[in-house]
């Protein structure tokens, strides 16, 4: 028989994309990560580890064992539905993360209305960005997070994470409120095209689906400034400073001297919701999800 606790590592592995990844998250040491994979492949009579260049990688073994540690997973969730059958209203403690516009905007709220609806209902939030919000699922420490698709996020396909559309989250041309723009009810980018730029800080999630709108309107922008807030934008916008794309769900400071245009094109980022395998079916996450789809599509209006 498998133990269970050591395909547990292999998939740390998996997710983390190095032994020493994994076994920092699970608390363990590289030495004894690596000795529970060894005794795994022993058991197996297969090897799960193959050299590449100065570290690792699944063998094909591996990568088909781990089709069926995910399934295993999310039959686990499954199981304890069925075994709390009798009580399906939503209860007990439910975990949350995402990034910081998704916390105020629409987990905040979220979290009001469970608060109200099911009063057995704990709900805890954390902030995170999307990887270590994958991170939280995986490890247990969360059991729904909202998250931006981006390209670093797991695939699809894979069975470990359920990931949901929950709302497109168009982009605004921002500038100040006496710019030649400001007036418009729509602008292209194209001609924005001169201006000076104020865009996310490059490690943002959010800098790829700006300079992508401005290839898409056939210019690269000259960015001035780099910001990680968007209310920071949203200043250096009020001093004459620049302009930028700022999603519509960012909250800006009010009676700033800025106005938001619409753009052609729709520029937009995805958010979706994401589970465990199997998670999404417990009551208190399906109850989430029901009030996340109704908050998402006011919070864009």
């Not at 939503?90 to 905007?105: D, K, N």
Request: with cysteine; net charge negative.
């Amino acid at each position: 028989m498998i133990d269970l606790r050591r395909l547990h590592v292999l998939r740390a592995v998996a997710h983390y994309g190095t032994v020493t990844a994994a076994a920092s998250a699970l608390h363990f040491t590289t030495s004894a990560a690596s000795q529970q994979i060894r005794q795994l492949a022993r058991e197996l009579g297969v090897d799960l580890l193959e050299p590449q260049g100065r570290g690792v990688r699944l063998t094909s073994a591996a990568e088909s064992l781990l089709a069926h540690a995910d399934a295993i997973q999310a039959r686990w969730e499954q199981a304890e539905l069925d075994l709390r059958a009798d009580h399906g209203a939503p209860a007990g403690l439910l975990r949350v993360s995402g990034f910081p516009v998704a916390v105020s905007v629409l987990l905040a709220p979220m979290a009001a209305r469970l608060r109200e609806r099911h009063p057995q209902l704990t709900v805890r939030m954390r902030e995170a960005e999307a990887p270590t919000g994958f991170d939280l699922l995986f490890e247990g420490e969360a059991d729904l997070a909202v998250v931006e698709a981006t390209i670093f996020n797991p695939p699809l396909s894979d069975e470990g994470f359920d990931q949901q559309p929950l709302l497109d989250d168009p982009f605004d041309l921002v500038v100040p409120e006496d710019h030649p723009l400001a007036g418009r009810d729509r602008v292209d980018l194209a001609e924005a095209a001169r201006e000076d730029w104020i865009a996310p800080v490059p490690d943002s999630p959010c800098r790829p689906h700006v300079l992508s709108a401005c290839g898409a309107a056939g210019f690269t922008p000259d960015i001035v400034h780099h910001a990680r807030d968007w209310n920071v934008m949203a200043h250096l916008i009020a001093h004459g400073l620049g302009v930028a794309l700022i999603p519509r769900l960012a909250q800006l400071t009010p009676h700033l001297p800025i106005t938001r245009v619409r753009c052609t094109g729709n520029p937009h980022r995805k958010l979706l919701t994401c589970t465990r395998g199997g998670g999404h079916a417990r009551p208190a996450v399906a109850a989430a999800l029901a009030e996340l789809r109704e908050l998402a599509p006011k919070a864009v209006a």
